[in-house]
């Protein structure tokens, strides 16, 4: 990576696009050839689960103020009313928070440092769409180098630069963002992009052992029927999700939302509907996998 590139790994689950992150960034080791950082990089790397390693028991104020350079603690307040944290709010404890707050809280604590390469591992998952929205604003902001693991389409939609597709045990490069990406590939949407194939050579497990012959493991007749009847029941069940979703987001968008008194409780409806979503994902992809 070059400075002040802006780049996206995108693909198939389990093809190793948080790990080969984490080894560009120096937070893994390469098993073999090497990657160094360049010189005075300093690296800040958001992960899945960042949000679960706030202290519950400290407020939001205290939160930052921990985790940011003395020169920096006039701006505490007005970088936490720009993730959408101001008044009283700056005193409440973490362990207050929902989800969607917790992963805001996150971000806005990294974005505080001075870090001039910036690595986000599917940023948006627990995050609202307003959220998402401040968020994106701040990253379309920053003037580092910016590497991003993610599936959201519509988060990297004008974000990127260049995009690494992860597909089948390779790479491959496309000179735009995730929109150009698409319509190079022909597929309206990340949910084709993420789907496995057959390739020769290609490993696969039978019976628990890897095989190298391109050869799908053999399943009978009837375990391809129940696999199909199954991939279909998920292919309604991930478009009624999105339907709903789409539905709470125009809902989100709302000017007054915030401000309504069951806010809360319906942002914990909305996370849990992706969260029920990036599950049934993953149980399809898995379905679609073993019927090669």
Known sequence: MLRGERVAFVGQNGQGKTTLAKILVGHEPATSGK???????????????????????????????????????????SILGAFLFSGKDVDKKVSALSGGERARLALASMLLRPFNLLLLDEPTNHLDM????????????????LLIVSHDREFLSGLTDRTIEFRDGH???????????????????MREVEKRSTVDGQRSTVNGQQSTNGQQPTISPEEKKQLERAVQKQEKRIADLETEIGKWDLKLAEPDFYSKPGANADLKKYSDLKAELAKVYGEWEAAVEKMG
Do not use: W
């Not at 959220?131 to 180098?145: C, I, M, P, R, W």
């Not at 496309?174 to 309206?188: P, T």
């Open 130 to 145: 307003l959220s998402k929205d401040v968020l994106k604003q701040a990253l379309a902001e920053y003037n580092g180098t």
């Open 35 to 77: 990657a160094t950082l360049g010189h005075n990089v300093m690296v800040g790397y958001y992960a899945q689960n960042q949000a679960e390693t706030l202290d519950p028991k400290i407020t939001l104020l205290q939160t930052l103020e921990q985790n940011c350079p003395e020169e920096m603690r006039t701006k505490v307040r």
């Open 171 to 189: 790479l491959k490069e496309y000179l735009g963002d995730v929109n150009y990406f698409l319509e190079k590939r022909q597929v309206d949407n």
